[in-house]
Nanobody
């Protein structure tokens, strides 16, 4: 079993910044893609940013130029630096990881964190 624990949410004024982190632990052989999603009240969960184990990052249009995703493979941790926050960024943010749990397996298990609330006031 693999657990993802997110930290760093909170309340911030528009224009402010927050940094989210998500640490994975448990039966991990390798983590392939990691990413961040968010879900605002009454809306579907949407992609925010993603980062493969090696390669270029990718972002939703709403996050480009304001958010930066990074990861520390040694710590099995992914980060999301969010700058110039807007009220529209208010949502529960979830991290996601595609995990290979055994060296003899190629199948990826998909895990989600419990979510962390980000609230941006105007």
């Amino acid at each position: 079993q693999v657990q993802l624990v997110e930290l760093g949410g909170g309340l911030v004024q528009a224009g402010g910044s927050l940094r989210l982190s998500c640490a994975a632990s448990g039966s991990i052989f390798r983590i392939n893609d990691m990413g961040w999603y968010r879900q605002a009240p009454g809306k579907q969960r949407e992609f925010v940013a993603g980062i493969p184990s090696g390669g270029s990052t990718h972002y939703a249009d709403s996050a480009k130029g304001r958010f930066t995703i990074s990861r520390d493979n040694a710590k099995n941790t992914v980060y999301l630096q969010m700058n110039s926050l807007k009220p529209d960024d208010t949502a529960v943010y979830y991290c996601n990881a595609r995990v290979v749990v055994d060296a003899l397996l190629t199948y990826e298990y998909v895990y989600w964190g419990q979510g962390t609330q980000v609230t941006v006031s105007s």
